[in-house]
């Protein structure tokens, strides 16, 4: 049996209070809760949320992390910082990060290194966008992200990482996956984790949806067999809501 998973993440949203009073919200029915919940919020909140959720079963991530383990890149935020700080989960290959950041394929190679090696648990990222959707060419697509990204790494280093499908065109439009696009989307990344690490690594490799998960959709997606949870972006912001998808799993 897999773990399941529901991460929320806040992206570049909320004041320290309105995180923390989020958190609080989260936190405040956890006795309910089944399954591995993580919150992602902005890097400049995380202390206070480690101390909001001290003594809680919930887990924190950041958004994202440098492609560098130190040095003068003004603005960055690296590996080992974050693991100083003990959190447990980064978000790795975020499309926005791909696509308003130029994050290439061989940058996050370079992340993944570097979280893991520092001991943070990779959320990566995949998914493709409409274009390649209405050209049927995501297989394609995604598994050159695995590739370039994730293949290099080795049986215990892939073993750690959790793996998030988030076709883009259906990030922030209202317009998600349906669940069998998302099962066909999953099972074949977990096919191809399987030809290159083996059947026994990609039974038990994490594979979360993300894109447009509500609580009106969150249990069909997540009632795949291929669907371990999600990454919830705009739903995460609204305490009853996220409380609602995570208990629809
Ligand atoms: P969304 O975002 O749920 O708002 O579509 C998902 C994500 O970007 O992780």
Known sequence: M?????????????TLAEAVK??????SDEASYKHQVILCPAF????????????SKIKLGAQNCADRENGAFTGEVSAPMLASMSLPYVIIGHSERRIYYHESHETLKEKMNLALRYGLLPIFCCGETKDIRIDEKQGVYV???LEESLFHLSDDDIAKVVIAYEPVWAIGTGLNATPQQAQDMHHFIREKVSARYGIGIAERIIILYGGSVKPDNAAELFSQSDVDGGLVGGASLKADDFKK?????
């Open 22 to 27: 989020l958190a609080a919200d989260i936190k």
């Open 44 to 55: 400049p909140y995380l202390t206070s949320l480690q101390n909001e959720l001290k003594g």
């Open 245 to 249: 998808i995570i208990l629809s799993i």
């Open 143 to 145: 598994n050159k992200q």
């Open 2 to 14: 897999r773990q399941k998973i529901i991460a929320g993440n806040w992206k570049m949203n909320l």
